[in-house]
Protein backbone atom coordinates (compact mmCIF):
# COMPACT_ATOMS: atom_id res chain seq x y z
CA UNK A 1 0.00 0.00 0.00
CA UNK A 2 2.90 2.85 -0.83
CA UNK A 3 1.50 5.80 -3.13
CA UNK A 4 3.55 8.38 -4.73
CA UNK A 5 2.55 12.06 -4.98
CA UNK A 6 3.86 14.20 -7.21
CA UNK A 7 3.50 18.10 -7.73
CA UNK A 8 5.29 20.71 -9.79
CA UNK A 9 3.85 20.61 -13.05
CA UNK A 10 2.72 23.13 -14.76
CA UNK A 11 3.01 25.69 -17.92
CA UNK A 12 6.22 27.27 -18.68
CA UNK A 13 7.99 29.37 -21.29
CA UNK A 14 11.03 27.77 -23.20
CA UNK A 15 14.24 28.73 -21.28
CA UNK A 16 12.35 28.36 -18.09
CA UNK A 17 12.45 26.04 -15.28
CA UNK A 18 10.42 23.99 -13.18
CA UNK A 19 10.83 21.30 -10.44
CA UNK A 20 8.87 18.21 -9.72
CA UNK A 21 8.85 16.83 -6.52
CA UNK A 22 7.62 12.94 -5.68
CA UNK A 23 7.11 11.53 -1.78
CA UNK A 24 6.57 7.79 -1.26
CA UNK A 25 4.40 7.42 1.48
CA UNK A 26 3.87 3.72 3.26
CA UNK A 27 5.54 1.14 5.53
CA UNK A 28 8.93 1.35 3.77
CA UNK A 29 11.54 0.32 4.75
CA UNK A 30 14.31 1.27 1.64
CA UNK A 31 13.59 2.45 -2.15
CA UNK A 32 16.51 0.89 -4.11
CA UNK A 33 15.88 3.60 -6.92
CA UNK A 34 13.58 6.43 -7.53
CA UNK A 35 13.44 8.21 -10.84
CA UNK A 36 11.33 10.59 -13.33
CA UNK A 37 10.38 9.31 -16.92
CA UNK A 38 7.50 11.30 -18.94
CA UNK A 39 5.57 10.36 -21.85
CA UNK A 40 4.17 12.26 -24.70
CA UNK A 41 1.22 11.66 -27.06
CA UNK A 42 2.52 8.50 -29.55
CA UNK A 43 5.24 8.51 -27.66
CA UNK A 44 6.87 5.81 -25.62
CA UNK A 45 7.37 6.41 -21.97
CA UNK A 46 11.10 6.96 -21.98
CA UNK A 47 13.62 7.52 -18.94
CA UNK A 48 14.79 10.75 -17.57
CA UNK A 49 16.60 10.60 -14.85
CA UNK A 50 17.16 8.07 -11.95
CA UNK A 51 18.94 7.93 -8.59
CA UNK A 52 19.90 4.91 -6.42
CA UNK A 53 19.65 5.11 -2.65
CA UNK A 54 23.53 5.41 -2.59
CA UNK A 55 23.21 8.47 -4.53
CA UNK A 56 24.14 7.14 -8.28
CA UNK A 57 22.55 9.03 -11.10
CA UNK A 58 21.53 8.55 -14.39
CA UNK A 59 20.42 11.31 -17.29
CA UNK A 60 19.02 10.74 -20.71
CA UNK A 61 21.07 12.65 -23.42
CA UNK A 62 18.57 14.74 -24.25
CA UNK A 63 18.61 16.36 -20.55
CA UNK A 64 22.22 16.01 -19.76
CA UNK A 65 23.63 19.70 -18.49
CA UNK A 66 19.68 20.84 -18.02
CA UNK A 67 18.23 18.26 -15.39
CA UNK A 68 19.37 17.66 -12.27
CA UNK A 69 17.80 14.66 -10.00
CA UNK A 70 18.58 14.36 -6.36
CA UNK A 71 16.33 12.54 -3.29
CA UNK A 72 15.92 12.95 0.58
CA UNK A 73 16.19 9.42 2.07
CA UNK A 74 14.40 10.47 5.29
CA UNK A 75 11.70 11.85 3.48
CA UNK A 76 11.59 9.25 0.58
CA UNK A 77 11.57 12.31 -1.53
CA UNK A 78 13.13 12.78 -5.48
CA UNK A 79 12.98 15.94 -7.23
CA UNK A 80 13.53 16.88 -10.24
CA UNK A 81 14.91 20.37 -11.41
CA UNK A 82 14.70 21.21 -14.69
CA UNK A 83 16.60 24.24 -16.27
CA UNK A 84 16.33 25.85 -19.94
CA UNK A 85 13.50 23.95 -20.82
CA UNK A 86 12.62 23.38 -24.51
CA UNK A 87 9.35 22.79 -26.27
CA UNK A 88 10.49 18.89 -26.66
CA UNK A 89 10.25 18.69 -23.15
CA UNK A 90 6.27 18.59 -23.42
CA UNK A 91 5.19 15.64 -22.11
CA UNK A 92 3.19 13.59 -18.81
CA UNK A 93 5.82 13.22 -16.20
CA UNK A 94 5.63 9.92 -14.23
CA UNK A 95 7.56 9.49 -10.71
CA UNK A 96 9.09 6.17 -10.24
CA UNK A 97 10.17 4.25 -7.06
CA UNK A 98 11.85 0.81 -7.63
CA UNK A 99 13.16 -1.46 -5.44
CA UNK A 100 10.17 -0.45 -2.74
CA UNK A 101 10.66 -2.75 0.24
CA UNK A 102 8.42 -3.14 2.96
CA UNK A 103 7.83 -5.98 5.38
CA UNK A 104 5.65 -7.90 3.50
CA UNK A 105 6.49 -7.11 -0.43
CA UNK A 106 9.33 -5.71 -3.13
CA UNK A 107 7.64 -3.87 -5.52
CA UNK A 108 7.84 -1.00 -7.98
CA UNK A 109 5.24 2.11 -8.27
CA UNK A 110 4.24 5.01 -10.59
CA UNK A 111 3.02 8.04 -9.54
CA UNK A 112 -0.18 9.49 -11.28
CA UNK A 113 1.69 11.61 -14.00
CA UNK A 114 1.74 15.22 -13.83
CA UNK A 115 2.31 17.47 -17.22
CA UNK A 116 4.72 19.72 -17.90
CA UNK A 117 4.25 22.00 -21.11
CA UNK A 118 7.05 24.33 -22.30
CA UNK A 119 5.59 26.92 -24.79
CA UNK A 120 7.78 28.72 -27.65
Known amino acids: QVQLVESGGGLVQAGGSLRLSCAAS????????MGWYRQAPGNKRELVAV???????NYADSVKGRFTISRDNAKNTVYLQMNSLKPEDTAVYYC??????????????WGQGTQVTVSS
Open 51 to 57: VTSGGTT
Open 96 to 109: NAGGVTTTISRDDY
Open 26 to 33: GSILIIRV
